[in-house]
């Protein structure tokens, strides 16, 4: 009998999967909370390297494939480190590698989120069932397989769920209650800045990403996303079925620190609507070189938000079964490294192809689905450790500004 798979997020790793499994034929739904498409704010520019290329190699029809890899942004020139007076500490030249030209195995490159999120619902109109939060599931015996329950009341039925609904996933909550995932303490407000009005952005930027070491208080980072082309004129040459939202080209920003470096109670900080947030951030980069300020100052102040960051404690071997977990649903991780994405893609290649081997009796469920948590949890645990790394970890309290520089450069670019 064939499988139905329920995946619960239609977020990175949840639509990579669906794509995948609907093109070996495997019955598959993915139930999102959000009302549609547009997203709520996650981040503007996510850095993709060969990890991600590989399984979306794999998972997407090839059209789709060309989307993705034409809707990529241009790889940076460089990666800059520079001090708040854009003095230069560092700098290492990039690959120069053309994302289109590009095979999976050499892929470096920026996507806009957003962008990417619409490549990978491309072709899943009937798949995806949007406005669904899950709220929990109910195991019970065959052939009912599981329920899952939502908040508007609906339910849905189905013989494997994947809990693909990201670090607060409802799914982990009762798959795995005791798995922990911890706060940092470290705090991003994230903005966008249009290149539009003349802006003159600081050399270093120009160039690729640039870290910013701000003295003892904050650090920030930046990224110039310029799209070889507009995305949505790429839809209408390579997928005309795709719905693309229009997209300029921008920089990304992101302040980090304590709350305390902004100057205020962390509740504070976590309450602030996005004004307040973009007043924090320009306040806290006041003293900075004037085209520093500028990126700030100049930011679509509605876009501005914060996250706190937090990263997965490695939980111990489960015995496995109809229900799973991937992505930040299972090993959330800090931005830097670039690897939370990266991993969650990773993710859906992999338990796709260990679901389609259950669902042709190639192989039983539970062992497959076993196999695949196995290979998750070595590769994505170490990730996080390298995120935690990048992040300064255990010695950032010592050497803070070691550790800023250690996190900034660990941002993948
Ligand atoms: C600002 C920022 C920058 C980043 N930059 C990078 C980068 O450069 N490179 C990189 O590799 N990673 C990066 N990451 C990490 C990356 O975004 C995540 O690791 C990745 O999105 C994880 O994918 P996912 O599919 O597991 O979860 P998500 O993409 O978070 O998707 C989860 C989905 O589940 C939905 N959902 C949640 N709860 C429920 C529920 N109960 N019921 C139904 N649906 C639910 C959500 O609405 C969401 O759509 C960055 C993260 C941030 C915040």
Request: charged share 25%.
């Amino acid at each position: 009998m064939s499988l139905r798979v329920a995946v619960v997020g239609g977020g990175i790793g949840g639509l990579c999967l669906a794509q995948g499994l609907r093109r070996s034929g495997v019955d598959v739904a993915v139930y999102e909370r959000d009302s549609g498409p547009k997203m709520r704010r996650q981040g503007y520019r996510i850095h993709l390297d060969s990890r991600a290329a590989r399984a979306l190699h794999e998972c997407l029809p090839p059209d789709v494939y060309e989307l993705f890899r034409g809707t990529l942004g241009r790889p940076g020139a460089a990666l800059s480190v520079i001090d708040e007076r854009l003095k230069v500490l560092h700098r290492t030249e990039g690959t120069g590698l053309d994302p289109r030209a590009a095979d999976p195995d050499s892929l470096s490159a920026p996507a806009n989120r957003q962008t990417l999120r619409e490549v990978l619902s491309t072709g899943l109109e009937d798949v995806i069932v949007y406005g669904r939060r899950l709220v929990e599931y109910h195991e019970a015996d065959e052939p009912q397989g599981i329920r899952l329950r939502f908040d508007d009341g609906s339910s849905a039925r189905a013989d494997v769920v994947v809990g693909a609904d990201g670090v607060g996933s409802a799914v982990r909550h009762q798959l795995l209650p005791h798995a922990r995932v911890a706060d940092t303490g470290a705090r991003c407000v994230y903005g966008k800045t249009p290149l539009t009005g003349g802006i003159e952005l600081p050399e270093p930027v120009r160039e690729g990403f640039t870290a910013v070491i701000g003295g003892a208080a904050v650090g920030m980072s930046c990224a110039l996303v310029r799209f070889p082309e507009p995305p949505e004129r790429v839809a209408e040459r390579v997928c005309p079925a795709a719905r693309l939202s229009p997209v300029a080209d921008y920089v990304m920003w992101a302040v980090t620190g304590p709350a305390a470096a902004f100057g205020v109670a962390d509740d504070d900080l976590l309450g602030r609507d996005d004004a307040g947030l973009h007043r924090l951030a320009a306040a806290a980069v006041s003293g900075w070189h004037p085209q520093l300020r500028e990126l700030v100052d100049r930011a679509d102040v509605e876009e501005t938000f914060l996250i706190r960051i937090n990263t997965a404690e490695p939980t111990p071997a489960w015995p496995p079964g109809r229900v799973t977990v991937l992505g930040d649903a299972i090993h959330a991780m800090s931005p830097a490294g670039g690897s939370g994405a990266n991993t969650a893609l990773m993710d859906a290649a992999i338990l796709r192809a260990a679901l389609v081997r259950a669902d042709r009796g190639e192989q039983p469920l539970a062992e497959a689905v076993g196999e695949y948590e196995h290979r998750m949890r070595e590769y994505g645990y170490a990730a996080v450790a390298a995120s935690d790394r990048n992040m300064g970890g255990l010695w950032a309290r010592r050497h803070p500004v070691l550790a800023r520089i250690a996190w900034l450069l660990g941002k993948r670019w």
